[in-house]
Nanobody
Framework: QVQLVESGGGLVQPGGSLRLSCAASGFTFSSYPMYWYRQAPEKEREQVARILSAGGRNYADSVKGRFTISRDNAKNMVYLEMNSLKPEDTAVYYC?????????WGQGTQVTVSS
């Protein structure tokens, strides 16, 4: 069955960096786009970044130039490198994939940006 497991969240000071990881299993990883979303308290979940199977990338305007999404198809992993973090980046971050018309989510990892 499809599984997505995030890791790498934590508490970081403004201006700091974190690298999130998502381990995927149960599907042909290299064939599908992968996504990172986030949800801040009392806000709707929003898409942060997308990476296509061939490597094309898209970002939300709020993170362009600061976040980088990447994937390792040999390891079935997708990453989100986050730099110059701001307090408004505080949220639960989720890995996401659409597989055979079904939407799959990981359990999320908390990122808190605070001094």
């Amino acid at each position: 069955q499809v599984q997505l497991v995030e890791s790498g969240g934590g508490l970081v000071q403004p201006g700091g960096s974190l690298r999130l990881s998502c381990a995927a299993s149960g599907f042909t990883f290299s064939s599908y786009p992968m996504y990172w979303y986030r949800q801040a308290p009392e806000k709707e979940r929003e898409q942060v970044a997308r990476i296509l199977s061939a490597g094309g990338r898209n970002y939300a305007d709020s993170v362009k130039g600061r976040f980088t999404i990447s994937r390792d198809n040999a390891k079935n992993m997708v990453y989100l490198e986050m730099n110059s973090l701001k307090p408004e980046d505080t949220a639960v971050y989720y890995c996401n994939a659409w597989i055979e018309l079904k939407n799959y989510w990981g359990q999320g990892t908390q990122v808190t940006v605070s001094s």
